[in-house]
């Protein structure tokens, strides 16, 4: 069952004057995306939903639509589709007058469009929803009819079996702190790391690469972290570690210490700047990976800092401006 919405990819052929320009402004290019909030490559709106004409907003829309990308889909056309409920209920309007289009049965069309807002991760896709219109492609939605069981040949449902030859199963992931809670890290009082974040309400570090009690553990996409494209994620956090580790290198010199850690007191005003972050935008009205809805026993709570990147830039910034404050070397 198709939860979410998803708009065109734009994949295609790249046009060689395209490939000149980015081969010509490749630097300019990088440059932006540490001043823009998502990193991929492209101006984001500060137009107001509501400052447009409404016999002009369509032609937005489509022109978005038309261009491919799904962040560019939310970010580009207006400023507030994250955290307007009249500007994201137009979106949504919008994506499922899309949906009916190409989907030309009127039941799987039903199934495939959702009915939340338009507040998770951005999705694009290259002919998903055309897939449906081949008689060999249904679509089952598992509020209906849940799964009870993996029989021999299939899977039954509480409505019917399902004969099947082979079974995918696509049930999400255990994203951000998952990945780092099933490797067996240890503090610097012997603590497993999984430790602290199951007494907290959510998983905790400082700017999202280090976590009080765990000195010298630098990440790369912790908890906490941007929510943008991933290559300027990675990027920009290992810069901010190779900082950190030349800031320690310098501390050793001076004074013999070698050992960078973080306060308990930055790990909780950085989570409360993230929350702050995510309540001003209507994704915690959604259940997502973002917020660990899709795993089971998972606290739900936001892992990222949903501001952008230039945002969190400028923390970083503030940060080193200030003798690294909320680091310590001991």
Request: aromatic fraction near 10%.
């Given at each position: 069952?198709?939860?979410?919405?998803?708009?065109?990819?734009?994949?295609?052929?790249?046009?060689?004057?395209?490939?000149?320009?980015?081969?010509?402004?490749?630097?300019k290019i990088l440059a932006q995306t540490k001043k823009s909030a998502t990193c991929f490559g492209f101006e984001e709106s500060t137009t107001p939903y509501a400052s447009v004409a409404p016999e002009d907003r369509e032609a937005v829309f489509q022109t978005l639509w038309d261009k491919g990308n799904g962040f560019r889909f939310m970010f580009g056309g207006f400023s507030d589709i994250a955290s307007n409920t009249e500007a994201n209920d137009a979106a949504?309007?919008?994506?499922?007058?899309?949906?009916?289009?190409?989907?030309?049965?009127?039941?799987?069309?039903?199934k495939l469009t959702p009915s939340e807002p338009y507040a998770r991760r951005p999705l694009c896709d290259h002919g998903y929803y055309?897939?449906?219109?081949?008689?060999?492609?249904?679509?089952?939605?598992?509020?209906?009819?849940?799964?009870?069981?993996?029989?021999?040949?299939?899977i039954r449902t509480t409505a019917?079996?399902?004969d099947l030859d082979i079974i995918i199963f696509a049930t999400g992931f255990d994203a951000v702190d998952g990945s780092f809670n099933r490797v067996n890290i240890r503090g610097s009082k012997g603590q497993s790391?999984?430790?602290?974040?199951?007494?907290?309400?959510?998983?905790?570090?400082?700017?999202?690469?280090?976590?009080?009690?765990?000195?010298?553990?630098?990440m790369i996409l912790g908890p906490q972290g941007p929510f943008v494209n991933n290559p300027s994620a990675i990027e920009e956090q290992s810069e901010l570690n190779v900082k950190l580790i030349?800031?320690?290198?310098?501390?050793?010199?001076?004074?013999?210490?070698?050992?960078?850690?973080?306060?308990?007191e930055a790990e909780d005003a950085?989570?409360?700047?993230?929350?702050?972050?995510?309540?001003?935008?209507?994704?915690?009205?959604?259940?997502?990976?973002?917020?660990?809805?899709?795993?089971?026993?998972?606290?739900?709570?936001?892992r990222f800092f949903l501001t952008g990147m230039a945002a969190y830039l400028g923390y970083v910034n503030d940060m080193i401006s200030h003798g690294y404050k909320g680091y310590r070397i001991e």
């Open positions: 069952m198709a939860s979410h919405y998803s708009v065109p990819s734009g994949n295609g052929p790249v046009d060689p004057e395209y490939r000149k320009f980015i081969n010509e402004n490749y630097d949504c309007a919008f994506v499922r007058k899309k949906i009916a289009e190409k989907v030309r049965d009127p039941e799987k069309a039903r055309e897939q449906f219109n081949r008689d060999n492609v249904d679509v089952v939605d598992l509020r209906d009819e849940p799964i009870e069981t993996i029989t021999e040949t299939g019917r079996h399902y790391l999984k430790e602290p974040w199951a007494k907290a309400d959510t998983p905790k570090s400082f700017l999202g690469v280090i976590v009080s009690g765990f000195p010298n553990m630098f030349l800031h320690t290198e310098e501390e050793r010199l001076k004074r013999g210490k070698a050992v960078i850690d973080t306060t308990p950085w989570v409360d700047i993230c929350n702050a972050s995510a309540e001003a935008t209507l994704f915690p009205q959604t259940g997502s990976w973002i917020f660990g809805n899709n795993t089971k026993g998972k606290k739900v709570a936001s």
